[in-house]
């Protein structure tokens, strides 16, 4: 599976931003997706989870309520929605893609994005 993600940017604190994760390969609805981010001089950390049925998530305690993880399997593109951006939201963000249900540790995730770059302006 290859992992191409986008939609990042510049944005003002309290706005929003929707990345995607568009896969190749019709595998795409047999793996957990995952959002991870790292902001500069701090580990991977993990943002937001979703089972490949398409149902069950799980979210970092600073997002509860403020991001949104989805996955249109026949489109094979995943996606987290982000409302009321913080500065401290600042960092690159990863899209990957795994078998296990779930982690947030980013070793057990097979697949990875290239990253998109998300900065929120005070």
């Known amino acids: 599976v290859q992992l191409q993600a986008s939609g990042g940017g510049l944005v003002q604190a309290g706005g929003s931003l929707r990345l995607s994760c568009a896969a190749s390969?019709?595998?795409?609805?047999?793996?957990?997706m995952a959002w991870f981010r790292q902001a500069p001089g701090k580990e991977r950390e993990f943002v937001a989870a979703?089972?490949?049925?398409?149902?069950?998530?799980a979210y970092a305690d600073f997002v509860k309520d403020r991001f949104t993880i989805s996955r249109d399997n026949a489109g094979n593109t995943g996606y987290l929605q982000m409302n009321s951006l913080k500065p401290e939201d600042t960092a690159v963000y990863y899209c990957?893609?795994?078998?296990?249900?779930?982690?947030?540790?980013?070793?057990?995730?097979?697949?990875w994005g290239q990253g998109t770059q998300v900065t929120v302006s005070s």
């Open positions: 390969g019709r595998t795409f609805r047999r793996y957990a």
């Open positions: 979703l089972h490949w049925n398409g149902v069950n998530t």
């Open positions: 990957a893609v795994g078998s296990t249900w779930y982690t947030v540790n980013p070793g057990p995730y097979d697949y």
